[in-house]
T-cell receptor, first 112, second 112 residues
């Protein structure tokens, strides 16, 4: 089954404790993205990748890092999480640039 | 930057009533995508419109792309409880690689 998986699905952590949210897709897609979703603000793109070792900033990249060492994986790294990064995070992939997005199930992150 | 405004933010309807959500841009869009997110779920791609004046239908859903490619609408005829969710439009950023901007979404509630 074609899918995007994310782990963990829920995470509660404390300010400053580094964390990584994993994302994997099995569709051989070149393009992957991370979004955060906050009430009233919709979905905002954090980072995107157009291929292995090719990443670029989205609209809200501050406080986040990504890497794309393999085509299927696109982890999101928060080196020093802060409470304003409490949000619902979605990973997505697509076969063409900025085209139909296949979203993962989401990761709800709470930073206290 | 390129932004898409989406209205209304919320809509309550009685089952059987029609529903419309609009996306408006100040700049010409190369294409526009529509997504649906059920409560507690992840966004799911519905459709992509590319041509000026394009109209596409999916059962009770009608999608339109404006003649000037600056606005789009999603119309649902005779809503059902299964239509509940948040509807987002999204557009690629011109020259932006894999950059995609989402509207703020319209949350639809359907009452029996």
């Amino acid at each position: 089954e074609a899918q995007v998986t994310q782990n963990p699905r829920y995470l509660i952590t404390v300010t400053g404790k580094k964390l990584t949210v994993t994302c994997s897709q099995n569709m051989n897609h070149e393009y992957m993205s991370w979004y955060r979703q906050d009430p009233g603000l919709g979905l905002r793109q954090i980072y995107y990748s157009m291929n292995v070792e090719v990443t670029d900033k989205g609209d809200v990249p501050e406080g986040y890092k990504v890497s794309r060492k393999e085509k299927r994986n696109f982890p999101l790294i928060l080196e020093s999480p802060s409470p304003n990064q409490t949000s619902l995070y979605f990973c997505a992939s697509s076969g063409l640039a900025a085209s139909k997005q296949y979203f993962g199930p989401g990761t709800r992150l709470t930073v206290t | 930057g390129q932004q898409v405004m989406q209205i209304p933010q919320y809509q309550h309807v009685q089952e059987g009533e029609d529903f419309t959500t609009y996306c408006n841009s100040s700049t010409t869009l190369s294409n526009i995508q529509w997504y649906k997110q059920r409560p507690g779920g992840h966004p799911v791609f519905l459709i992509q419109l590319v041509k000026s004046g394009e109209v596409k239908k999916q059962k009770r859903l009608t999608f339109q792309f404006g003649e000037a490619k600056k606005n789009s609408s999603l119309h649902i005829t005779a809503t059902q409880t299964t239509d509940v969710g948040t509807y987002f439009c999204a557009n690629p950023i011109t020259g932006g690689g894999n950059k995609l901007t989402f509207g703020t979404g319209t949350q639809l509630k359907v009452e029996l």
